[in-house]
């Protein structure tokens, strides 16, 4: 049984929630304050949190940053009464992977929350094998989310991660932004495509040589982006 | 001070460029006529003049430099003074911008969170995954939603009459003790796991005040609301004292919550005023309720203050209200 962690100081919306994920077969751990958040963070093991933002003692944008220092991967969800785009900007910027604005439908609250696991579960299929990826003396770790380039080994974040399987996966095919999105946001209402191409060039600064004479991840103008790769021999996944 | 947003930061660089120029100006001005001066002292000199001369046009060019000097310094003092009442006009204004962008804020937040637990609670009565039992525990917490809808959009509306056309008074004689006891009855529907002890002092049975009671009901709920709210103490003690003499009547209310500091004590019965960061705020409101409450005691020719010795020392609020119509039927305390 999956557990989430459900940050949220309005007790209506608490309790209405719980009812629903509970009967929706999740375990629900439910804290209505800030200050609370990052020592009941550390004492469970979460598999996703749904984040208030605006809230008593630390704030949701500040506790998810806390998340993300510690390493944690863990999938965040936002669930707030700021709607604009952006504060949504800022949400995702802050570490989010997704992000809904009160008042939502219940419906759709589970499906994001069922597509961050079905995305998850495509990136790391928790097999016994090494989920890895070799090419050109460049590795990229889907299970640990690290990367070695020529620059060293770096660690990603989960969406740079998906963002390089989905590219992975159709080497030497064009994908459009749009694709990638769907298939890393889930859905079109992140704020821009454009955002696509500051994950693309985070990746480029790890794998490529010089990221300006981009060799494995190219630009498709007016389309999107292609993965290549140059050696064959010694590739495995 | 609050951060500065684009429109005042222009006005912030146009005032100081402004004063900079008239200050400037005024310098220049003095400094060219001291030169003016010398060199009319020097051309007489080197015209040859008798001494007694010079001395004549030395001591007539002193007395109109101080007299010019004179005028120049109250030039200066004027520039000065204008220039103190537009930047604090500027200061004010943003912190009203400030104040109000908070508002904005707060009031999203206020409005779509019970909006939100609305149509959770209407998924969930329509979701054939809960059992009935559970929903039927749902019926009062939607009421509870609405309750607080109803309540901002009042305090909004009510806002909105006061700044168009003041506060309009429905006067009569009405039980004042009943009143205050009503809203204290009230705080128990108040959902929370803190335990509330209130202490009534020298509170007559029944005590009959000219006024508007729905207003002062409004208002005195304003401050016992404020007062739950800022206590995060398990055991929450609210102590409301009653004082009456001939003109007046005195109230206090004082708790044993989180306290203010000097600043914002302050500052809190201004309109829109939040204590904290919007980010932050941890209880909800819009910065409206102490505000109108304010306005209300004052259209009763009343006045509040707060009191308070610091940050965990609670507050005390005093309330005096100037007795209109004594009733016969009163007994003073």
């Known amino acids: ?175 459009s932004r749009d694709q990638l999105l769907d298939a890393v946001w889930g859905y079109h209402t992140y704020p821009t495509n454009r955002t696509i191409d500051n994950f693309i060039l985070r990746l480029r600064k790890i794998f490529e040589d010089d990221p300006k004479q981009s060799v494995y991840i190219e630009t498709i103008r007016g389309v999107g982006y292609r993965f290549t790769k140059l050696a064959h021999d010694g590739d495995k996944q | 001070m609050a951060k500065l947003i684009l429109t005042s930061k222009k006005a912030f660089v146009l005032f100081i460029s402004i004063t900079f120029l008239l200050v400037a100006q005024a310098i220049w001005w003095i400094a060219l006529m001291a030169k003016l001066f010398d060199e009319k002292v020097k051309m007489v000199q080197e015209l040859g003049a008798e001494k007694a001369y010079i001395d004549l046009i030395q001591q007539e060019e002193i007395s109109r430099q101080i007299m010019i000097g004179m005028e120049g310094l109250f030039f200066l003092l004027l520039v000065g003074i204008g220039a103190w009442l537009i930047y604090r006009t500027l200061v004010k204004n943003e912190e009203l911008q400030y104040a109000q962008q908070n508002f904005l804020m707060s009031v999203t937040h206020e409005l779509k969170t019970p909006l939100a637990s609305m149509k959770i609670y209407l998924d969930t009565l329509k979701s054939d995954k809960i059992p009935e039992e559970k929903k039927m525990t749902i019926i009062p917490r939607l009421k509870d939603d609405v309750n607080r809808l109803e309540k901002l959009v009042e305090n909004i509306l009510e806002a909105g009459r006061f700044e168009k056309s003041g506060y309009e008074l429905h006067k009569d004689y009405f039980d004042f003790s009943n009143m205050i006891n009503s809203d204290l009855d009230k705080l128990k529907n108040f959902a929370t796991h803190q335990k509330l002890e209130i202490i009534r002092e020298n509170f007559p049975e029944n005590y009959i005040f000219y006024g508007d009671r729905f207003a002062l009901s409004r208002a005195f709920e304003a401050i016992i609301e404020n007062t739950l709210k800022y206590n995060d103490k398990d055991n929450i003690l609210l102590k409301v004292s009653f004082k009456a003499d001939k003109n007046n009547v005195y109230i206090s209310i004082s708790d044993n919550g989180i306290g203010l500091d000097k600043h914002n004590k302050e500052r809190i019965f201004e309109r829109f005023y939040r204590v904290g960061e919007v980010l932050n705020i941890s209880k909800p409101g819009t910065g409206l309720g102490l505000f109108l409450c304010r306005e209300i005691i004052k259209a009763h020719k009343g006045s509040i203050k707060v009191e308070s010795d610091g940050i965990g020392m609670g507050v005390n609020f005093k309330i005096q209200l100037k007795v209109i119509k004594s009733h016969e039927n009163n007994s003073l305390s």
């Open chain 1, 1 to 175: 049984m999956k557990t989430i962690l459900l940050v949220e100081d309005d007790p209506n919306v608490a309790d209405g929630l719980i009812i629903n994920l509970e009967a929706d077969g999740y375990q629900v751990v439910h804290v209505d304050n800030g200050n609370q958040v990052l020592n009941e963070f550390g004492k469970g093991n979460f598999d996703l949190v749904l984040m208030d933002i605006m809230l008593p003692g630390t704030d949701g944008l500040t506790l998810t940053k806390e998340i993300r220092k510690t390493g944690s991967v863990i999938p965040v969800i936002f669930i707030t009464a700021r709607d604009q785009t952006d504060q949504k900007v800022e949400g995702l910027l802050a570490g989010g992977d997704d992000y809904i604005t009160k008042p939502f439908d219940v419906s759709e609250l589970l499906a994001r929350i069922q597509g961050i696991f079905r995305r998850q579960a495509w990136l790391d299929p928790g097999e016994e094998t090494e989920n890895e990826y070799l090419f050109d003396g460049r590795s990229i770790n889907f299970t640990t989310y690290t990367a070695k380039g020529p620059g060293g080994e770096v660690q990603l974040t989960r969406k740079e991660c998906m963002v390089m399987k989905y590219l992975i996966e159709r080497t030497g095919k064009v994908v």
